[in-house]
């Protein structure tokens, strides 16, 4: 472009959320496309203190959730959330047109749909982005506003109405692009790690999953005489994690941490099978990298989308999927000694996961902003 992109962007609440619209700002900067940005979100949510940490302009407002089956309990909450809504159009509003921005990118969230109202409104072009294969409330409301459609997975179409699938285009969810070039040698080197036995990566996210945790505990003694494992447990797991007994020559193949922070791109390279959740930023990682997993869905999530997330990549032959709530310890160690038994296997759904990812997915969301972007005045 020749002139100053005035961008806004709104989304956030959780990482998945938040991280693509991020990425897809950097590919914008890898451009050298010359860009102002604003980024509408809630106080309380994950985008403020993102965009503090990467000095992005921050305007807050105030909104309601939107919940797809209110009860009783709930009603205080839900009545309040009747007030909050419409004034967080308004201050929506009154942020956009003061922005006047070319192009809005919505990627998704509740704090989305009074953003998405506010560009409707103001005749703004509206790109909205869909992480997960199931189209969320916030995006099935802002789908029939949008200018463009962005879709991580060509499934979601069918859950787009039918009079807006021809604005949408398949562009694969952004994903960190440092996480494309692990160095595998360095994750050997930190965690003195042999080659003798396959690695696992075991992560529940950040704060760690009680029940990933709980599994792997039942199944270690078992697990180690085939395996190693680095095990992303939590803050709060970590002692209890340390404490587990276990027999000299099986504890130096056991590295739980309490967190993974700038070597997760050589995680990612080292290791031969994921243990992990299902989340949308998660799926789009394992694809883009190609990388074998067995997936555990947290269950229930907003629309059942974990689930449904490991089903999409099962059906592909790119992962085992745990697709029942509470599996048991039993099927997690039968799902993964045949991976650690057979390279073969491995390396065929490594393929198959490569095959759904998107590498280039943050410059492809990049082009759709740009063409979509409204001219001068």
Known sequence: MTRT????VTGGGTGGHTYPALTTLAALQRRRVPHDVLWVGTASGLEARITAEHGIPFEAITTGKLRRRPN???LGTNLADLFRIPLGVAQAIAHAARYKPDVVLSTGGYVAVPIGVAARLLRRP????????VVGLANRILARMATRIALSHESSLEYLPASVRDRAVVTGNPVRPELLHGDRAAAYDQFGLTFEVPLIYVTGGAQGSKQI??????????????????HQCGPAWIDQMRAIALPPHLAERYHPVPYVGPELPDLFAAADVVISRSGAGTVSELTAI????????LIPSGGDEQ????????????????????????LLLAE?????????LRASMAEAAHKLGR?????????????????PQ
């Open 307 to 330: 689930r449904k997330n490991a089903g999409y990549l099962a059906s592909a032959g790119a992962a085992r999927a745990l697709l029942e709530p509470g599996p048991s310890a039993e």
């Open 336 to 344: 993964l000694m045949p991976l650690l038994a057979d390279p073969a």
């Open 290 to 297: 190609g990388k074998p997993s067995v997936l555990i869905p």
């Open 72 to 74: 009783l309990r709930e």
């Open 126 to 133: 509206l790109v909205m982005h869909e992480q997960t294969t």
């Open 5 to 8: 992109l005035r961008l806004l």
């Open 359 to 375: 590498v280039d997915a943050a410059e492809m969301l990049a082009d759709v902003l740009l063409q979509s972007a409204r001219p």
């Open 213 to 230: 945790n709980t599994l792997i505990t039942e199944i270690l003694p078992r697990l180690l005489p085939y395996a190693q494992i680095i």
